[in-house]
C-alpha cells in the first residue's frame, strides 16, 4: 500500500459476528477506550501509554483515529511548566463503548447457547478432526 493511500477504518469490514465497531474493535483502540471509560476524569498521556503498553506515536495514531470518529477528545495544558495532554472518552465514545460491550454480550450469550463441541454430530463422511 502506498504512504499516500488512507485506510478507511469506518469501511464495512467483514467479521464474524455483526455488529462488532470496527473503530473500538481493534485492540489498541479496545485498551485505549475501556482504559478511558474506566477513568471518566480522563488520563494523562503518559498514564495511558503505560496503560496500554504503547509507544508515544503508536497511541497518537489511535487517539487521533479516535479522536476524528468523536469518542475521544483531547486536552492541551500545563503543570509545573510542563506541557500535558488529557484524554477523555467523549459522551458519544462512551455510549458507543457501551453498545459495542453489549454486542460482546450477544457473542457470550450465543456461545453458551451452542452445544458443547463433544456433543457435535460429524459434518459428514469423510471428515475427521485435525
Not at 37 to 53: E, I, R
Not at 91 to 100: C, P, T
Amino acid at each position: 500500500m502506498s504512504k499516500n493511500k488512507k485506510v478507511r477504518v469506518d469501511a464495512a469490514g467483514r467479521f464474524a459476528y455483526d455488529g462488532l465497531d470496527r473503530v473500538i474493535h481493534e485492540k489498541a483502540r479496545l485498551g485505549i477506550v475501556t482504559s478511558l471509560a474506566t477513568h471518566p476524569q480522563g488520563l494523562l498521556f503518559n498514564d495511558l501509554k503505560d496503560l496500554c503498553s504503547l509507544t508515544d506515536g503508536n497511541l497518537s495514531r489511535h487517539l487521533q483515529i479516535l479522536q476524528e470518529a468523536g469518542f475521544v477528545q483531547i486536552w492541551k495544558g500545563f503543570k509545573d511548566k510542563r506541557p500535558q495532554t488529557l484524554c477523555q472518552l467523549t459522551a458519544r465514545g462512551q455510549q458507543r463503548f457501551l453498545e459495542y460491550v453489549a454486542v460482546l454480550e450477544n457473542v457470550v450469550t450465543d456461545a453458551l447457547s451452542g452445544a458443547p463441541a463433544s456433543q457435535h454430530k460429524r459434518v459428514s463422511e469423510g471428515w475427521s478432526p485435525a
